[in-house]
Nanobody
Framework: QVQLVESGGGLVQPGGSLRLSCAAS????????MGWYRQAPGKERELVAA???????NFANSVKGRFTISRNNAENTVYLQMNSLKPEDTAVYYC?????????????WGRGTQVTVSS
């Protein structure tokens, strides 16, 4: 069974930094894109950043220049480095991966990790 396990959330002051990690575990799968979404209270889940297996990256406009995304294909891991954090970045951050299991392509989600930006 494939699982996505996130780590690295927490409480940080405005202007601070956090690094989120997400590792995919299991067997008999390949990964296309991996990325991060977030959902703030009362709002819809939105894309933060995504990276394909070939390294193509997409960012939400609100985080461009502040966040970076990277992945380690050998370890099935994706990272989100968040700098210059703002209170409006406060949300639950979810890891997402598009996995190929045999002939099936499916979206997998982590359980989420809370990021709170507050003084």
């Amino acid at each position: 069974q494939v699982q996505l396990v996130e780590s690295g959330g927490g409480l940080v002051q405005p202007g601070g930094s956090l690094r989120l990690s997400c590792a995919a575990s299991g067997s008999n799968f390949r990964i296309n894109a991996m990325g991060w979404y977030r959902q703030a209270p009362g709002k819809e889940r939105e894309l933060v950043a995504a990276i394909t297996s070939g390294g193509r990256i997409n960012f939400a406009n609100s985080v461009k220049g502040r966040f970076t995304i990277s992945r380690n294909n050998a370890e099935n891991t994706v990272y989100l480095q968040m700098n210059s954090l703002k209170p409006e970045d406060t949300a639950v951050y979810y890891c997402n991966a598009e996995l190929i299991l045999g002939t099936v392509v499916a979206d997998y989600w982590g359980r989420g990790t809370q990021v709170t930006v507050s003084s």
